[in-house]
């Protein structure tokens, strides 16, 4: 059933608006956003779409699709319960930034439907965010600027969810382009298209299955070490630099001595990741995937061993497509879990599967879903 139907069975009634926001994997640039470093997302054909029937009253009803699970609120009543479930949480939580930043806001009978899958490091809830955003600014009839939407939906993840993640997520949901990865510069929030059309290329997404335990807290650790990286190095060089990513390479071997060594490998990393990203693009302009794949394989190492944030699950699905013989693989997103990323020639797509299931599930006893990915485009009202 698709969502419009859905949504007629579930209220009666045709929706008169439906957003739809996608997911990512992010091809390269990892734990380099909240660093005022580079990354380089692209949004993939999975999607979470919203659609909305207007009410005349303040109430709003919402059904979501996925979890088969039903929730009502009100738009006086945002203030955050501990008996909301996750993700009414992220409905209600999108409201309350809305009426902070003064939208008016009207009742609504909502229903969600999505197949981004949740919790494997896709993005689910900045596509939840983004699209929600989008919905309720275009139901409101205000003017809104666009590039304000990520940094709205990251509020409704720092200051309502409480987590403490970058702008990566929802930039890349917003302003994604099919057959384009986006090159953005989080010193400054700018972004660029690179072309990342890859023909005879497969983009394949491993979902390892693995339960992203501690996630949210080891996450917030590795902020807490970037800082502290960053005021030594602030001590050390005389200077008042914002973000790590504005170090040059120079100036962190010329203090490197004075980090304690497990923050001397966290900066190393981003310091490494911000290059490997420029390096990426300059490749892909270049047509030379080759060279691309084996920066993956860089950065997977440089994730697993300077920032710590694989794990068995992550190592053993890259280590057996490395065994396999792809062009480059690695682990995708924050980590402690969810999937990695492939790069692989089109005609080794199911040879790649029939290889690499069985040898995964007898290794960590997981049954992993892969599957190839379209580079696609960001969200928009349909
Ligand atoms: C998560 C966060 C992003 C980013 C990545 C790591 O996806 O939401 O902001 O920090 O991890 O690159």
Redo the contacts with the bound molecule.
């Keep these: 059933m698709n969502t419009i139907e859905l949504h007629k069975n579930i209220y009666d009634k045709l929706p008169r608006f439906i957003s739809q926001a996608p997911g990512r994997v992010?091809i390269i640039?990892?734990?380099?956003?909240?660093n005022g470093g580079y990354?380089l997302p692209v949004a993939i054909d999975r999607y979470i779409q919203v659609a909305l029937s207007p009410r005349k009253d303040p109430l709003i009803r919402v059904y979501s699709g996925n979890f088969q699970k039903y929730g009502e609120f009100t738009t006086r009543e945002l203030e955050r319960t501990e008996d909301d479930e996750l993700w009414l949480r992220y409905v209600k939580g999108t409201l309350w930034v809305l009426e902070d930043i003064g939208i008016p806001l009207y009742g609504a009978d909502l229903t969600i439907l999505g197949n981004v899958p949740t919790g494997a490091?896709l993005?689910s809830s900045?596509a939840l965010t983004v699209s929600l955003l989008l919905l309720f600014l275009t139901y409101a009839e205000v003017k809104y600027e666009k590039k304000l939407i990520p940094i709205y939906a990251q509020r409704v993840e720092n200051e309502y969810i409480g987590v403490n993640?970058?702008?990566?997520?929802q930039t890349i949901s917003l302003f994604g382009k099919k057959d384009n990865a986006l090159f953005i510069d989080f010193k400054n929030l700018g972004f660029s298209y690179v072309p990342f059309k890859l023909k005879d290329t497969a983009l394949l997404v491993f979902d390892t299955k693995a339960k992203r335990t501690l996630a949210s807290s080891a996450?917030n650790k590795r902020r807490s070490e970037c800082e502290e990286g960053l005021a030594i190095l602030n001590r050390c060089l005389n200077k008042d630099y914002r973000y790590l990513g504005e170090v040059e390479k120079e100036e962190f071997f010329s203090c490197r001595d004075g980090l304690p060594p497990l923050i001397r490998n966290r900066v190393k990393h981003v310091i490494g990741e911000n290059e490997r990203v420029i390096k990426v693009v300059d490749l892909l302009k270049r047509g030379d995937i080759g060279g691309v794949g084996e920066l993956l394989f860089k950065t997977h190492e440089s994730l697993a061993h300077l920032y710590e944030v694989s794990s068995f699950e992550l190592d053993t699905a890259v280590d057996l497509a490395r065994e396999f013989g792809v062009i480059g693989a690695r682990m995708t997103?924050?980590g402690f879990g969810g999937c990695t990323i492939n790069l692989l020639d089109r005609e080794k797509v199911d040879e790649f599967k029939s290889y690499i299931v069985p040898r995964y599930r007898e290794k960590t006893g997981l049954t992993p879903s892969v599957y190839e990915v379209e580079v696609s485009d960001g969200a928009h009202i349909l």
Excluded: I
Excluded at 29 to 34: A, I, L, P, S
Excluded at 165 to 169: H, I, K, Q
């Design positions: 992010n640039g990892e734990h380099t956003d909240y990354a490091g993005s900045a993640c970058g702008l990566m997520d996450y997103g924050a």
